[in-house]
């Protein structure tokens, strides 16, 4: 398309000089100048030969030779900047591959799939991006240079035309191209901070889970085959159950106790809520009988445990006419009604063993303070059949509340108390 353009040109100036020739018998000489000072615009001086001017077809063949000179040298800078594009898009492909790998989480190998490219994709956008920027300019650069060219030439207006459509198509590809990359590496950003985050919070739940089974094994054989020992009766000896107790309607209570304080055993445990130190409290204090209190109303126990062995205590209430029972080693020794009825028991107060509460969580009294040993303190929110406690009390199941458990993280001891490894329930048993 080029070479006829040209020569189209070429005719039409042979044509037009045709017309205006000269005298016959003129002649005219055309002197050779460098290209650089053709494409400085320098005008051709005319030198006039011996015997006349340059003959039609001379002149002709000059200006076609500069034509053609001037479209290979365009030819060449299009080729250059044709294999920098080419060079290019292998980069944005090769890019392309390394975000999709990732995007499917295929993993990292080690291996740098983008040649010279920097792994990190935030870097390759940026990269790619003053690489794009470079070529723009570099394009720009070209089409003013061609707009001076063509000009200084004389080439006609369609090539003119092409060559700038074609450098505008160039440009808008490449503007695309910049921003499915701006978008491309936002997308990449957003799916690196969800993947961290997702990341951390797992890792930081497998630490916690791995802490509370070291702090629960990491002494016992099982989280619950521990107890709570309380050698003193001090006022700052105590331990404290983490959990706290919903609303209940109806509640059983179950632990192992071994005590020879005298007199009385003191609190094995006290719950206590804003406007009531004395939900629920089990007390033995000075020569009265073990005491049942549940918002601050009483019920005696017939329970004797004082002698220095293990027992298995378990209380049941319902709020249902007050109705409670007790017993001690799998046998009911007692039972009565209205004690607190139609009372539910309030959440969210503080279970505390060892010690009765004055104020919530507070103000112990020494000489209401247990002394002893405490294990397997179980809470359910219902009231268990007989069998159910005979079968806890004489080690034919294992049944931990489904309220309150007894589990060593469940568990802080303060003041000087401790946790030690229990004797096995059967052990247990021959103590009796």
């Not at 990269?127 to 060219?149: G, Y």
């Not at 690196?192 to 985050?197: G, P």
């Not at 002893?372 to 159910?388: H, K, M, T, Y």
Request: net charge negative; charged share 25%.
């Amino acid at each position: 398309m080029l070479a006829l353009l040209t020569v189209g040109v070429a005719l039409a100036v042979a044509a037009g000089r045709a017309q205006d020739s000269p005298i016959p018998g003129s002649r005219f000489v055309c002197t050779a100048l460098p290209p650089e000072a053709a494409r400085a615009g320098c005008p051709l001086p005319a030198m006039p030969m011996q015997g006349g001017a340059l003959s039609p077809e001379e002149e002709l063949r000059a200006a076609v030779l500069q034509l053609r000179e001037t479209v290979v040298q365009q030819k060449e800078t299009l080729g250059a900047q044709r294999e920098a594009i080419r060079e290019l898009t292998g980069k944005l492909a090769r890019c392309e591959g390394l975000a999709g790998g990732k995007a499917r989480g295929t993993g990292a190998t080690g291996k740098d799939t983008m040649g010279d490219l920097p792994r990190d994709p935030g870097h390759v956008v940026e990269q790619l991006s003053r690489s794009l920027q470079t070529l723009k300019d570099r394009l720009e650069s070209l089409e003013l240079q061609l707009r001076t060219n063509v000009s200084n030439a004389g080439l006609p207006s369609d090539f003119r035309e092409v060559l700038q459509r074609r450098l505008g198509e160039l440009e808008r590809q490449l503007l695309r191209k910049v921003a499915e990359l701006e978008d491309e590496k936002s997308l990449l950003h957003n799916e690196t901070s969800a993947h961290r985050q997702k990341t951390e919070s797992t890792l930081n739940a497998l630490l916690q889970r791995v802490t509370e089974l070291e702090r629960g094994n990491s002494a016992f054989k099982s989280p619950d085959a521990f107890k709570v020992s309380l050698p003193l009766r001090t006022n700052y000896l105590y331990g404290k159950i983490k959990k706290t107790l919903p609303e209940l309607y109806a509640f059983t209570i179950c632990l192992w106790l071994r005590s020879s304080a005298s007199p009385g055993i003191g609190t094995p445990f006290s719950y206590a809520v804003p406007g009531q130190a004395n939900e629920i409290v089990l007390i033995e204090w000075g020569n009265n009988p073990i005491e049942l209190l549940i918002n601050d109303k009483v019920a005696q126990l017939p329970l004797f445990v004082s002698d220095g062995k293990w027992h298995h205590i378990c209380i049941t209430w319902t709020t249902r006419d007050g109705m409670w029972e007790a017993f001690q080693d799998g046998e009911k020794l007692g039972t009565g009604e209205n004690l607190a009825p139609w009372h539910p028991i309030k959440p969210g107060g503080v279970l505390i063993l060892g010690q009765e509460q004055d104020t919530v969580g507070g103000r112990f009294d020494a000489t209401q303070a247990f002394v002893g040993e405490l294990s397997q303190f179980n809470i359910w929110d219902r009231v268990l059949r007989a069998q159910e406690i005979i079968n806890i009390a004489n080690c034919s199941t294992n049944m931990p509340g489904n309220i309150i458990p007894w589990v060593d993280n469940n568990v802080d001891v303060f003041g000087g108390a401790s946790k030690w490894p229990v004797e096995t329930c059967e052990e247990r048993l021959l103590d009796l």
